[in-house]
């Protein structure tokens, strides 16, 4: 293949592009290559009668494959006696492996080189290969068609909660396993992902992925305004030319429409009013009304939606509005002022009920959705009316915190800190005293062991090291749950009780156990003794070593005082003879020491454990909302109650993500929506946290879909 003039040609899995080398071409008089029709202003082009993608750039597009796995490829790599091969395209490479009767995959990279591999080799990641089956008819042909059980059928429905539960109208318990997919609250006004798959495609792969329901955030603006156009609808809606000349509202309708043809149930999510992405304090949506949206309009637009998908079973539920959190200059509430967030969200629930009498609503928790720890004060979920329909939703990421969890991310610091120190010092400390016995000489002089203040005694010094660690442990670890708020954010004050309490305590711990290393190091003790020149210095008896810190015996120095004796500079000779120095270790003392050191480096790294360790965790989530789903009424009077985690996501395989799903896996009643399914944020910027590519086809995060399709496996199957 060749390209016109000004265009660089570029292998891809769907075909061979020939692709402008300029960035932007609008309004640079671009045209068209042959093959490709415009579609809009230059330089918006696509390929004619090829199924492929469609690209903001003079394009190309030949000889698709539709069964390419994207970024992976086979290893072994090749065949015996198949080699690497340069081809021309992927269709050319696949053509080759057909070829072949051993051949079972091939992988094609962008540098044009193919290999062939049979049927005992593994797929392993690769971004720059593209791999798949000599054909692609037999291998659909083959392959068996898996039985759809995660889905909810339609004669379940509605739903309805009770307790903690989600009941079908026979009473059997349901779980919602969804997955967030948006783009119609954003700028672009439409569900990403429709530029390269049309709405049916899209629709089949969420339930091919395991599955039941997708949460679709909107905004108001973005369906209020039913005469607003798409920008660049022709890039957008590619593979949806049908949708290219709708509103926003129709195409919201198309994917509804499209995701409930295909069996899922849809939950509708009012994220924000004005389009654009969320959330932070500054962006002015963190209330349900904005200056140019009040109240009125948010409630109208509840009534509105209720009632154009009342016919439409699957779209089961309301999230009427996401993450409720501070503004610059307003903190929402649970009960009294203008900011009452429950008063508004049981207004809001009322009239979708009064439009949809069957829909479940979803209410978010206060400040990111972190916290119901207020839900006791108005128990929204026991009210008349409402009654059976109330979900409370809470969003977690692996920066969400409430203060004793930052607290207890500071406390690792700490007792990471005072373990290492304090095992540094002893190992030290004691080497040197080893040798220093082993070598009958003292490495580090008496003189130079000056502490401040001065040493008040072993027994003193060990007590004092032992109160400190243990009222600095004892306040971090109890008494920071009685005295913090957990449904606070995450920010620690300098007036506080951790810095006014816990550091110094820790300092002071930290003062005291350096202090007992000291002590240590003068186990390995002089005693003082006059030996003639020719005569052998007498060996000391352990038992009088250690009895003085001067590294003198009592009883020697009483006895040469009562004689008028002085003693001799052992560093001046006389006629008579010299002073010599005797060392000896303290073996009682230094034991004494090394266990106190040894029992204060334990106690640090057992409440570091604690720290990091899953029930720590467990006990700020079970703080923040967990508590709604104790078996019995909690002390404040609420009945348990049903939640819903309706944002959770992640980029990378971390010690959070296992504690979620442990929790969820612990909680089966806690139903759940992934965030997020695309591959973009917007186009040309990747969403790390998606489940899917930039193709909408092809996994991002193998792992991470396995552990969520785990997840559901084990609420359809329990054990």
Not at 1 to 22: N, Y
């Amino acid at each position: 293949m060749s390209c016109p003039d000004g265009f660089q040609l570029e292998i891809r899995a769907e075909g061979d592009v020939c692709r402008g080398e300029q960035e932007d071409g609008m309004g640079a008089g671009w045209t068209c290559p042959r093959g490709c029709v415009q579609t809009g202003a230059p330089p918006f082009c696509q390929a004619l009668g090829v199924r492929g993608h469609c690209l903001d750039s003079p394009c190309r597009v030949q000889d698709v494959v539709s069964c390419l796995d994207r970024y992976a490829r086979y290893e072994p790599l090749d065949l015996p006696g198949e080699g690497r091969t340069q081809e021309a395209n992927v269709r050319a490479c696949q053509q080759r492996c057909a070829s072949v009767a051993a051949c079972s995959h091939f992988s094609f990279f962008r540098d044009g080189g193919c290999h062939l591999q049979d049927s005992s080799a593994g797929l392993v990641p690769d971004e720059d290969a593209f791999c798949g089956p000599p054909s692609c008819a037999s291998s659909s042909a083959s392959e068996p068609v898996p039985e759809v059980t995660w889905l909810i059928d339609r004669s379940s429905l509605p739903l309805q909660v009770r307790g903690s539960h989600l009941l079908s109208v026979d009473g059997r318990r349901q779980v919602l396993a969804c997955v967030n997919w948006y783009g119609a609250h954003m700028e672009m006004l439409v569900n990403n992902g429709l530029n390269v798959r049309s709405l049916a495609e899209v629709a089949n792969h969420i339930v091919e992925l395991k599955f039941n329901c997708v949460r679709l955030p909107y905004s108001l603006d973005s369906l209020n305004l039913s005469a607003a156009s798409i920008p660049h609808p022709a890039s957008q809606l590619c593979h949806n030319p049908e949708l290219q000349a709708s509103t926003p509202l129709e195409i919201f309708d198309s994917t509804v429409q499209a995701l409930t043809d295909a069996g899922l149930l849809v939950v509708l999510n009012n994220h924000v009013s004005k389009r654009g992405w969320c959330c932070d304090a500054s962006d002015g949506e963190g209330l349900w009304y904005t200056d140019d949206f009040p109240e009125s309009v948010w409630l109208d637009h509840l009534s509105f939606l209720a009632a154009r998908y009342r016919d439409n079973a699957r779209v089961v539920g309301f999230d009427i509005r996401n993450e409720i959190r501070s503004t610059e200059f307003e903190t929402p509430t649970w009960g009294g002022g203008s900011t009452n967030w429950a008063e508004a969200a049981s207004k809001g629930s009322r009239r979708v009920l009064d439009a949809n009498p069957d829909m479940l609503l979803f209410i978010s928790g206060l400040e990111y959705s972190m916290f119901l720890c207020d839900v006791p004060q108005r128990p929204l979920h026991m009210e008349p009316g409402l009654e059976g329909h109330i979900i409370y939703t809470t969003h977690e990421y692996d920066w969400y915190k409430n203060s004793i969890q930052t607290l207890y991310e500071s406390g690792e610091i700490l007792c990471g800190f005072f373990a290492t120190y304090g095992a540094l010092l002893l190992v030290v400390s004691l080497a040197t005293v080893l040798f220093s016995a082993a070598c009958e000489v003292a490495i580090v002089p008496r003189r130079r062991l000056c502490c401040w203040p001065k040493l008040r005694g072993l027994y003193f010094e060990v007590a004092s090291a032992m109160l400190f660690v243990a009222a600095f442990l004892v306040s971090l670890l109890l008494l920071a749950r009685a005295v913090m708020d957990p449904c606070q954010s995450g920010e620690l004050h300098v007036v506080s009780f951790p810095t006014l309490v816990i550091l110094p305590l820790w300092l002071l711990g930290l003062l005291f156990s350096g202090r007992l290393s000291c002590l240590l190091l003068r186990t390995f003790r002089p005693v003082s003794a006059i030996a003639m020149d020719e005569e052998k210095p007498s060996p000391v008896s352990p038992d009088r070593v250690g009895g003085m810190d001067v590294g003198i015996e009592m009883s020697e120095l009483n006895l040469n005082r009562a004689e008028g004796a002085t003693p001799q500079n052992p560093n001046i000779m006389t006629d008579q003879g010299k002073e010599h120095l005797q060392y000896a270790l303290n073996h009682k003392r230094a034991s004494v020491i090394v266990l106190a050191m040894l029992f204060l480096i334990c106690a640090n790294a057992a409440a570091l454990l604690f720290l990091q360790s899953y029930e720590a965790w467990q006990q700020s989530i079970d703080d923040r909302w967990g508590f709604l789903l104790q078996p019995e009424p909690n002390a404040e009077g609420a009945a348990v109650a049903a939640v819903w985690l309706g944002e959770f996501g992640t980029a990378t395989d971390t010690t959070w993500w296992s504690n979620m799903l442990r929790y969820l896996a612990s909680r089966p009643v806690v139903g759940w929506a992934y965030w997020p399914l695309n591959g973009e944020k917007r186009p040309g910027e990747i969403e790390t946290y998606g489940i899917l590519h930039d193709d909408m086809r092809t996994i991002r995060h193998p792992w991470k879909l396995a552990d969520l399709q785990d997840l559901l496996s084990k609420r359809l199957n329990p054990v």
